[in-house]
C-alpha cells in the first residue's frame, strides 16, 4: 500500500486579480454574481490542479452569500487554498475582498468552499497528497472540512443523516 504525499495548504495558495469592468456589471453598476461564482470556479481550481498535480472537475459549491456589492471600478482579489483532501476530491477556500482604489477602501465580499476532484488521464478520480495544516486558522478549516463533506453528501443524498458521525458530535445528536 502506498503512502499519500502530505502538502501544505500554502504550497495551493492563489491570489488571483481582477477589475470590474462595464461588461461584468448588472443595471445598478455592481459586479454580476454570476461573473464573481466565474473567478471563483477558477481561482479555486487552480488551487486544487497545484495542490494535486492533476486536472480537476468542479464537484460541488457551497452556499455563496454576498455580504457587500463590488462597484463597476473596483479591485476584486480572490485568495484560495485546499483546506483538505479527501481521497480524490479536495475542499477549497475562497476569500473574495474588493477595493476602491481611488479611496483607498478595501472591504470583504464573501467567501465559500468549493470540492474539486483529480482526474488522471483516463479522466478516472485519481488519489491526491493528504493535507498538513500549520498554522491555527488551517487547523480550524482542516477539523471543518469533515463536518462540511457529510453537510454536503447528506444534501446532495450520498450520505444517510444517520451515518454523519461528525456532524452528530458537533450537534451533540443522540443516534
Known amino acids: ?14 491570489n488571483m486579480t ?25 481561482v ?63 472591504f470583504e465580499s464573501n467567501s465559500a468552499f468549493f470540492t474539486f476532484v483529480a482526474l488522471d488521464d483516463k479522466e478516472n478520480p485519481v488519489a491526491v497528497p493528504v493535507i498538513e495544516p500549520e498554522t491555527e486558522e488551517e487547523i480550524a478549516l482542516y477539523d471543518g472540512a469533515l463536518r462540511r463533506r457529510q453537510l454536503r453528501l447528506i444534501l446532495a443524498g450520498r450520505m444517510k443523516p444517520n451515518d454523519a458521525k461528525e456532524l452528530k458530535s458537533f450537534f451533540d445528536l443522540k443516534p
Open 1 to 14: 500500500m502506498s503512502k499519500r504525499k502530505k502538502k501544505h495548504p500554502r504550497e495551493s495558495a492563489v
Open 18 to 42: 481582477e477589475f470590474v469592468l462595464p461588461n461584468d456589471t448588472n443595471t445598478l453598476n455592481n459586479l454580476m454574481g454570476g461573473r464573481l461564482m466565474h473567478w471563483m470556479d477558477i
Open 44 to 106: 479555486s481550481a487552480i488551487a486544487a490542479q497545484r495542490h494535486s498535480n492533476h486536472l480537476v472537475v468542479t464537484a460541488s459549491v457551497d452556499n455563496i452569500s454576498f455580504k457587500n456589492s463590488i462597484q463597476l471600478g473596483n479591485v476584486v482579489t480572490l485568495k484560495a487554498k485546499v483546506t483538505r483532501a479527501f481521497n480524490s476530491s479536495m475542499e477549497v477556500r475562497i476569500d473574495v475582498e474588493a477595493e476602491d482604489v481611488p479611496s483607498g477602501k478595501k
